[in-house]
């Protein structure tokens, strides 16, 4: 009898499609070529039944099978089918999202084995003769391969790429291609752990099976160590660790990190990679090949073929949430992923989540505190510089200049933080009023001076500066207000001879580039550096003591009820950058608001008391962690469909245990020339508002205002934008 295969392919329906079976059987998480429309597609085999409920005689058949094996398979097709309920997304995106760009088509897999390195007869010669060899690193590199081939990463890691390219030139190395996991090169030994993270440590490895643990440590604590111990135990059972972390910026010091420690090939996935080598470190992970996995938020949905254990890094920062297209949460999809391979997940940060803290407290995670910095480093001072009734230079206060000024005087490093990027948010006309506004969201162009372009930070516009003023022709244009680049044209002028630094998005454009300027930053030729959030995380910058957060009251007057949690988050985080060795660290954060009480919280009792604070305001008011979101946002041309949509949408909600709020204006109103609104769906329990979701969406799919605008729904946002 022949078989029905269920295909799903990349395409916005929530289905699958149906076809018969060929003559070549096709394993279910394999792609396979199929006639869709006027063309063929690729799609992936997403189930097997006995019968179709549409005319057999009418099925298609499948056109080709691509992979002999499934290149899906076990618990990540199981996982990805749960996403797709769970974040109500089309299972054919989810799927096709999850492997790299180069396996979306009919391209075969390539050959098994990483690229490797033995040990040719030159080089036995060479090794026996230590009068032929002339460099300490070939000669490392050499002592390496006679105990075995190495991987290409391992050699460039142990000796860099310019004594393997030499050894190669002499012909005393030759390429070979390895299968399995690569030998291990030893690794560097590290710092001995303290009490705390011995104990920390402990306690994941004794787990063996699945557990879920909040590493809650302040900065400079070494939770970077913990995560090592752990691995290298993992690594020990010949197991595989898969690493999280939020930021690209972080990746090439962790991956070197990571390399030196533990003396494995880590691979590395995340978009800055070309397609190849995502592919490469993709394939690499499902076969076995990379003991260590290490990437971003797309990095969670790597296959492993030895899973052992999963490690999120700053488990609170929002860049695991995926903000377009398939919504899913990187954190949370990795929780599921570790209860469903049995094996122990980390989430780690000195500012955790309020969901996780909340986590905790149900004896759902088990917390693990590191509470003191590791080593002799201390805790950095927090300082409060009243901004009232003082003359600013730029955003800068005379204290805060006297502050960097001693700081540099002393040979020390500075962190001016930024949040916003540009020269200024506003160009203004002194003579008339008018400032320059984006057509399409009726928001402030920023000033970028250096490139002489107002730009959108929202959807992208961006025109010349003008040299008048396009209402009235004046010529007193004047920017409002500063960014980081401003910032660093302030403080290279006041301090004349001193290295200072931007590090944005601007500046680090470019892999190259973005990792050569990360690489200098510890460095002599970095004294002051301005940063946005891309400096607030992961960094370890052993001369920076000083660090002064500029624009601390954005925060603090904001309607998004996660504002709080995010502030104090980032200032405690960017606050930790300072005093990390031994020299004590000073944090100055500028305010029109020294009396309010958020900061009074952090002032006093640090970021746990105000997460305590926090969570019981939430609960008092129904939010999350205490309540269960999902929100519709739309967008239209038309506004009066948009309106109609939405108000429709709203009276479909009418359910027990739902509530419907909407339809609000979207906190931006307009953007890229559609007018936004939404509707926010609230439950108590997360199973009513999983029930009540795919109903009430096929029903939003059958109005007739549904294809005159674009719509999406977010479960479990986290930001109303």
């Known amino acids: 009898m022949t078989s029905i295969l269920r295909v799903a392919l990349p395409v916005p329906l929530h289905t699958v499609f149906d076809y018969r079976e060929g003559d070549t059987p096709a394993a279910v998480g394999s792609r396979v070529r199929v006639p869709f429309g006027r063309r063929e597609r690729v799609g992936i085999v997403a189930a097997r039944v006995a019968a179709s409920e549409l005319d057999e005689e009418r099925l298609k058949p499948i056109g080709a099978v691509i992979d002999t094996a499934p290149l899906l398979d076990g ?380 730009r959108c930070h929202h959807c992208g516009f961006e025109q010349r500066v003008p040299s008048a003023c396009p209402a009235c022709g004046g010529l007193a244009l004047n920017a409002l207000g500063e960014g980081t680049e401003r910032l660093e044209e302030v403080l290279k002028s006041r301090f004349e001879g001193v290295p200072v630094v931007r590090v944005d998005r601007d500046t680090t454009r470019g892999r190259r580039l973005r990792d050569a300027l990360l690489d200098s930053l510890p460095g002599a030729g970095a004294r002051i550096l301005v940063g946005t959030q891309m400096l607030a995380k992961g960094h370890d910058l052993p001369h920076l003591t000083l660090v002064v957060v500029v624009g601390v009251d954005e925060g603090l007057y904001s309607i998004d009820f996660r504002a709080s949690e995010r502030l104090g988050q980032l200032i405690v985080q960017v606050a930790g950058r300072a005093g990390r060795a031994e020299r004590p660290g000073t944090v100055i954060l500028q305010t029109h608001a020294p009396d309010h009480p958020l900061l009074g919280v952090l002032l006093d009792g640090g970021y746990r008391a105000l997460a305590q604070r926090l969570l019981q305001e939430r609960r008092d008011a129904s939010l999350p962690p205490f309540a269960q979101f999902a929100l519709l946002r739309a967008e239209a041309k038309d506004k009066l469909a948009l309106e109609r949509f939405l108000v429709s949408a709203t009276q479909a909600a009418a359910c027990a245990g739902i509530r419907a709020h909407g339809p609000l204006a979207a906190p931006m109103p307009r953007r890229a020339g559609a007018d936004r609104a939404q509707v926010l769906l609230e439950s108590a329990d997360r199973s009513t508002l999983q029930a009540f979701l795919p109903g009430w969406l096929d029903a939003l799919r059958a109005l007739p205002d549904e294809r005159r605008l674009r719509w999406s729904i977010d479960v479990d946002p986290v930001d109303l934008y």
Do not use: M
């Not at 050699?155 to 005393?172: F, K």
């Not at 070494?222 to 197991?239: F, H, P, S, W």
């Not at 990187?330 to 780690?348: E, F, I, S, T, W």
């Open 75 to 454: 618990e990540l097709l199981a996982t990805l089918r749960w996403a797709a309920r769970y974040y109500q997304h089309p299972l054919g995106e989810v799927l096709f999202g999850a492997i790299p760009t180069r396996l979306r088509s009919v391209r075969a897999l390539p050959e098994p084995g990483i690229a490797a390195f033995a040990l040719a007869a030159g080089g036995r010669a060479a090794l026996a003769d230590p009068a032929r060899r002339h460099a300490p690193r070939i000669d490392a590199l050499l002592a390496a391969l006679a105990g075995g081939p190495r991987s290409a990463a391992q050699l460039t890691a142990l000796a860099g790429a310019a004594a393997r390219r030499s050894a190669l030139s002499r012909g005393w190395i030759e390429p070979v291609r390895l299968t399995g996991a690569p030998a291990t090169a030893g690794g560097t030994p590290g710092p001995a752990l303290n009490p705390a993270q011995r104990d920390a440590a402990a306690a994941v490895i004794a787990a063996r099976g699945f557990g879920a643990f909040l590493l809650d440590g302040v900065t400079g604590s070494g939770k970077t160590e913990v995560y090592l111990e752990i691995i290298r135990d993992c690594l020990a059972r010949d197991r595989q660790a898969l690493v999280l972390v939020p930021e690209i910026a972080l990746t090439p010091q962790t991956l070197r990190r990571f390399r030196e420690r533990l003396g494995v090939d880590v691979a590395a996935l995340h978009s800055g990679l070309g397609e190849g080598e995502r592919e490469r470190a993709w394939l690499a992970a499902a076969r076995g090949e990379a003991p260590v996995v290490l990437g971003t938020r797309s990095a969670i949905w790597v296959p492993l073929a030895r899973p052992g254990l999963i490690v999120v890094d700053e488990e609170h920062d929002t860049s695991y949430k995926q903000h377009e297209g398939f919504r899913y949460h990187a954190r949370d999809v990795a929780v599921v992923r570790a209860k469903a391979l049995d094996v122990p997940v980390v989430l780690g940060s000195a500012t955790p989540s309020l969901e996780s803290l909340a986590n905790v407290a149900a004896a759902r995670y088990r917390s693990l505190r590191l509470d003191h910095r590791a080593g002799l480093a201390q805790p950095p001072a927090l300082r409060v510089v009243d901004l009232r009734h003082q003359r600013l230079q730029h955003g800068l206060a005379a204290p805060t200049l006297d502050a960097i000024a001693s700081c540099v005087a002393r040979g020390e490093q500075v962190l001016v933080f930024k949040n916003r990027r540009g020269y200024a948010p506003v160009l203004i006309c002194h003579d008339c009023g008018w400032s320059a506004h984006c057509p399409d969201c009726e928001r402030a162009l920023t000033l970028h001076r250096a490139d002489a372009r107002l």
